[in-house]
């Protein structure tokens, strides 16, 4: 079972929105978006993770020039330009927690940098080996098709899970 953690309600929708959209300009089924209750299942924790923070400066090798005294790096930052070809970029990482579980469709990972990240993590850090409920939600892609002007479901395919909580 795979659990990929959704950071914002809003990259959640636009998600569905731009799969929504996708699949009516290259469909001409009927699709819908459908999510289940809240679903329960008994994991146990294989460990906890943490990441501490960090943070860089290192002179880089500018990309694009903006003009002036900044440009950009390969991997996107942006500095100060120290002579022609290099800047001055200063990046922080910010810490991250999570935590593994073992269930019986496999292994998964829960991570992340938000509260409710840090917050899962703290409450298991002291339940490695032990049995939790987890909670999470699967979302499904049902497509039609019409049979005899009759709306029949000819598809019911996973799209993705969301992992909720864990419960001790």
Sequence with gaps: MVFKIINKNKMKRSKFLVLGLILSLTSCADTEIETTPILRE???????????????????????DHGGFTGTDYNGNTGVKVGRNHQLTTTTIPERFGVAFQCEHGTFTVEGKETKHRVLHDKLIASIGDTVTILYQEHYIRTYEKVNGIRKLVKRELYDMDFLDAQK
């Design 42 to 64: 008994k994991a146990v924790v294989v460990t906890t993770l943490y990441t501490p923070s960090e943070h860089r400066t290192e002179i880089r090798r500018t990309m694009v």
